[in-house]
């Protein structure tokens, strides 16, 4: 695919990632970012336009240089995309795009499509938290609908708390209150779909976070078949609703009695799949650009038990002592600066 020109918007670690599959596939990338070249993607790209997001002479003459764009993170404004022109092939797509960046609208999704949620209300002041408290009368997230990730923008809420004060802590014009899940396991499905529809599931993976941060993750998961039918399942149903084209990931809930519960959606590759680069016999990276370059979806097969664990700046000196075990596959990002809860690096390592 020597003559592909895929453009990624963003220059992250996922954006970096992936242009690392495409070289393997001959295919050369451009990054649009308002950040500089010596950002993870730009260190490893083949061209770099640094741009804000709203410039629009910018993102048109990007647009004019590549075949198809990947979003590498999900609060790319649906303005960005809405510019390209018709004959370049979008990922995920501005109907998923749009979805992923709200959290109700995630919910109500889910819920549309008969996927089981937690209760939860829309807050827009503190009499709404104060009647969804009463209603929910137990433990509750918090959650700002937009721009949360990574345990960001959330709190949790109890009866007895002074909503007033909360409402000003989480410091938004529209939020989510979600009931607290008594869960037993974190799990996490990936999907890639084709512009035609097809679609390939990866091995599902268990995961574990802390300060919701994912700090470790463990596949495939070992889970009835029933629950991973389910799984698949309603990842299909979302992919094929967002007419989703490349990845999906579902984050979900297990309970106690083997039944799951929706959490989110991410249109865009994702941490706890990160394994499936050592692990899977075509990582989630090569799979997204399999899809936006017309090349068929690959082999997804996996070879024994893989675990992730992530590097964050609070961590990372794991990096330098992981580098010393063998059966080690060490992935720094390429950061410049290290800070608190920040993903520097993962390392991969087989069972
Ligand atoms: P999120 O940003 O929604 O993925 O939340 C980050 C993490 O917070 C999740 O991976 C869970 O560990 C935890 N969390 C989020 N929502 C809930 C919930 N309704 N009940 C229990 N834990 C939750």
């Given at each position: 695919?020597?003559?592909?020109?895929?453009?990624?918007?963003?220059?992250?670690q996922l954006g970096r990632m992936t242009v690392q599959a495409a070289s393997d596939y001959?295919?050369?990338?451009?990054?649009?970012?308002?950040?500089?070249?010596?950002?993870p993607a730009?260190?490893v790209?083949?061209?770099?336009?640094?741009?804000?997001?709203?410039?629009?002479?910018?993102?048109?003459?990007?647009?004019?240089?590549?075949?198809?764009?990947?979003?590498e993170?999900?609060?790319?404004?649906?303005?960005?995309?809405?510019?390209?022109?018709?004959?370049?092939?979008?990922?995920?797509?501005?109907?998923?795009?749009?979805?992923?960046?709200?959290?109700?609208?995630?919910?109500?999704?889910?819920?549309?499509?008969?996927?089981?949620?937690?209760?939860?209300?829309?807050?827009?002041?503190?009499?709404?938290?104060?009647?969804?408290?009463?209603?929910?009368?137990?433990?509750?997230?918090?959650?700002?609908?937009?721009?949360?990730?990574?345990?960001?923008?959330?709190?949790?809420?109890?009866?007895?708390?002074?909503?007033?004060?909360?409402?000003?802590?989480?410091?938004?014009?529209?939020?989510?209150?979600?009931?607290?899940?008594?869960?037993?396991?974190?799990?996490s499905?990936l999907?890639a779909?084709?512009?035609?529809?097809?679609?390939?599931?990866f091995p599902?993976t268990?995961?574990?976070?802390?300060?919701?941060?994912l700090?470790?993750s463990t596949a495939p998961?070992?889970?009835?078949?029933?629950?991973?039918?389910?799984?698949?399942?309603?990842?299909?149903?979302?992919?094929?609703?967002?007419?989703?084209?490349?990845l999906?990931t579902?984050?979900?809930?297990?309970?106690?009695?083997?039944?799951?519960?929706?959490?989110?959606?991410?249109?865009r590759p994702h941490n706890s799949f990160h394994w499936t680069i050592e692990g899977c016999k075509t990582s989630q990276f090569h799979q997204l650009v399999r899809?936006?370059?017309?090349?068929?979806?690959g082999d997804v097969s996996v070879d024994g038990r893989w675990h992730m664990e992530n590097i964050?700046?609070?961590?990372?000196?794991?990096?330098?002592?992981g580098?010393?075990?063998?059966g080690n596959y060490v992935h720094e990002y390429g950061?410049?600066?290290?800070?608190?809860?920040?993903k520097?690096g993962h390392i991969t390592w087989k069972?």
């Open positions: 695919m020597a003559n592909l020109k895929l453009g990624i918007i963003g220059s992250g001959g295919i050369s990338c451009h990054i649009f970012s308002p950040d500089t070249e010596n950002s730009g260190q790209c083949n061209a770099f336009t640094t741009g804000e997001y709203t410039d629009e002479k910018a993102l048109r003459e990007f647009y004019s240089m590549v075949d198809a764009v990947v979003c993170f999900e609060n790319v404004p649906v303005t960005a995309l809405e510019l390209a022109p018709e004959k370049i092939l979008v990922s995920p797509g501005i109907k998923a795009l749009a979805t992923a960046q709200n959290r109700l609208e995630e919910k109500d999704t889910a819920r549309f499509l008969g996927i089981p949620t937690a209760p939860y209300w829309r807050v827009k002041s503190t009499d709404d938290l104060i009647n969804a408290m009463n209603l929910l009368n137990g433990e509750a997230i918090l959650k700002t609908a937009k721009f949360g990730y990574d345990g960001k923008g959330q709190i949790r809420a109890h009866m007895g708390d002074n909503f007033e004060s909360l409402w000003q802590q989480i410091n938004t014009e529209l939020a989510i209150l979600e009931t607290l899940v008594d869960f037993k396991n974190e799990i499905i999907i779909r084709t512009i035609e529809g097809a679609i390939k599931c599902p268990i995961n574990h976070h802390e300060n919701g941060i700090v470790h998961a070992i889970l009835p078949s029933r629950i991973i039918e389910a799984g698949y399942n309603y990842a299909k149903l979302i992919a094929d609703h967002l007419e989703i084209v490349g999906l579902i984050e979900l809930f297990l309970l106690e009695e083997n039944t799951l519960v929706f959490n989110e959606i991410a249109p899809c936006v370059s017309g090349l068929p979806l964050l700046g609070q961590t990372a000196a794991r990096i330098s002592s580098y010393h075990a063998s950061k410049a600066e290290t800070k608190t809860n920040r520097m069972e």
